[in-house]
């Protein structure tokens, strides 16, 4: 499956963005969906993931209550709508696919088999 993730840009501090991880060459459905963040000089990190269903989802505790991840199969997308950014919240983010499988707080953070190739959000204070 390949992804193309979009939506980022530069916001305020206290401000929202949504962003989106469009799949193409096959459908989304079959597959567990991650957002990751990767923000200069750091790892990259788990934000939130979402079960192939969208009935489960887990977050980062650093993001819990401000990011929301949900998806639309018919239209074969993942979203991840941020509120409250911080400046903090600024990096790249990445969608990630991977096969349907156990849905637990350890392996919602990988491994994924399928990278998009990242959107850019900065947050200004």
């Known amino acids: 499956v390949q992804l193309q993730a979009s939506g980022g840009g530069l916001v305020q501090a206290g401000g929202s963005l949504g962003l989106s991880c469009a799949a193409s060459?096959?459908?989304?459905?079959?597959?567990?969906v991650g957002w990751f963040r990767q923000a200069p000089g750091k790892e990259r990190e788990f934000v939130a993931a979402i079960t192939w269903s969208g009935s489960t989802t887990y977050y980062a505790d650093s993001v819990k209550g401000r990011f929301t991840i949900s998806r639309d199969n018919a239209k074969n997308t993942v979203y991840l709508q941020i509120n409250s950014l911080k400046p903090e919240d600024t990096a790249v983010y990445y969608c990630?696919?991977?096969?349907?499988?156990?849905?637990?707080?350890?392996?919602?953070?990988?491994?994924?088999?399928?990278w998009g190739q990242g959107t850019q959000v900065t947050v200004s204070s």
């Open positions: 060459a096959r459908t989304l459905s079959s597959y567990d």
């Open positions: 990630a696919a991977k096969t349907i499988g156990p849905f637990t707080p350890s392996n919602v953070k990988g491994p994924y088999g399928y």
